[in-house]
């Protein structure tokens, strides 16, 4: 992008990266594959348990939580990758650490699918 691009043709360009970025990540990474599977399973589920506003809210923010520590987490795997293609203890860290963030979320996410189902199974 450019400096003289001016905001909105900035914006416009921004968004076309962002696209493209997203596509990437839902045509080629299978980790993001999987969590948009479950994703699209949990909007289902709370479609015909008839979720209330609030349970819609906490169950969109850990589906989106975990989306981006996801798509996070594969650029930093493909920047520590290009930077050191071969082994290295460093960036062995590095990408656990990241997969270790996707976790959390994905604990965030469990917990609250559990809050919000489980009593309505029970």
């Known amino acids: 992008m450019k400096p003289d691009d001016g905001f909105i043709l900035g914006r416009l360009k921004s968004a076309i990266y962002a696209t493209k970025g997203l596509w990437i990540l839902i045509t080629t990474e299978h980790s993001f594959m999987f969590h948009a599977s479950i994703s699209i399973l949990l909007l289902v589920l709370g479609y015909f348990n008839n979720l209330t506003n609030t349970q819609w809210g906490f169950q969109i923010l850990v589906i989106g939580l975990v989306m981006i520590a996801e798509a996070l987490n594969t650029a930093i ?46």
Do not use: C, M, Q, S
Request: aromatic share 4%; net charge negative.
């Open 77 to 122: 795997e493909k920047l520590a990758d290009h930077i050191e293609p071969n082994a290295h203890k460093t960036i062995e860290i590095i990408k656990d650490v990241g997969a270790g963030a996707v976790l959390v979320g994905l604990i965030a996410e469990v917990a609250i699918v559990a809050l919000i189902y489980v009593p309505k199974f029970l």
